[in-house]
């Protein structure tokens, strides 16, 4: 069904998100997307959208992106929100992806910045 050399990635984005995510315990969910807001890989918990949530989290870094830009603030890295019950953090995973992560309110912020950093550094390249 699939192309032998995406499920070989795919295993290799999992590997990458399952040590970013030991390394911040507390992140409850992650998903990876292209730009265009299509899923890439993720480990949602059951019953969300992905799709859905995909394409609004692109449509959310597009529009910030495009804010940063036009108040003259260069390229946009991340956006963090907080809400009432936890984090999320979009960050750009390269010039072809987003990394989303969705984490307990009682995370440390930095832990989760980081956490989406390393693992975007190693997602970027290999896209």
């Not at 984005?13 to 807001?37: D, N, P």
Request: contains cysteine; proline residues 2%.
């Amino acid at each position: 069904m699939f192309d032998a050399d995406f499920e070989q990635l795919q295993v290799s984005l999992r590997e990458i998100m399952e040590e970013a995510t030991a390394l911040a315990t507390g992140v409850r969910a992650w998903m990876l997307l292209s730009k265009e807001g299509l899923p890439i890989a993720s480990a949602v918990p059951q019953g969300l959208e992905e799709a859905e949530i995909a394409a609004m989290a692109a449509s959310i870094l597009g529009v910030a992106d495009l804010a940063a830009e036009r108040m003259d603030q260069g390229l946009l890295e991340e956006i963090l929100l907080t809400n009432e019950h936890g984090l999320m953090i979009l960050k750009s995973a390269g010039e072809k992806a987003i990394l989303v992560l969705a984490a307990r309110k009682d995370m440390k912020t930095g832990l989760l910045v980081y956490a989406a950093k390393t693992a975007c550094e190693r997602i970027g390249p290999m896209l």
